[in-house]
Nanobody, 123 residues
């Protein structure tokens, strides 16, 4: 059974930083793509970033490029999202997700999801 557990959310002032973690368990993820999505109230899931576990290739939404960094720790089976220069519009519940296959940004193609962690950025 696949388990994805996010942590690291919280309240931060605009311009601040947070690091989210996603601990993955239940199978070997070496062939998986791991993604971060976010959902603000009343909105759909929005793609934030993704990383291919085997190659380390990374992908970002334009809205976070240059501010957020996705990375992974193979030994800990954990994916991170370092978020810098946070803005009020980054406020959302952030979800970790996992999938196989080539596409990266469609939430409907991710098979496994964590429970989410709240990030709130005050102005």
């Amino acid at each position: 059974q696949v388990q994805l557990v996010e942590s690291g959310g919280g309240l931060v002032q605009a311009g601040g930083s947070l690091r989210l973690s996603c601990a993955a368990a239940g199978r070997t993820f070496s062939t998986y793509t791991m993604g971060w999505f976010r959902q603000a109230p009343g909105n759909e899931h929005e793609f934030v970033a993704a990383i291919r576990w085997n190659t380390g290739s990374t992908y970002y939404a334009d809205s976070v490029k240059g501010r957020f960094t996705i990375s992974r720790d193979n030994a800990k089976n954990t994916v991170y999202l370092q978020m810098n220069s946070l803005r009020p519009e980054d406020t959302a519940v952030y979800y970790c997700a996992a999938k196989t296959g080539y596409t990266i940004s469609l939430p409907s193609e991710y098979a496994y999801w964590g429970q989410g962690t709240q990030v709130t950025v005050s102005s």
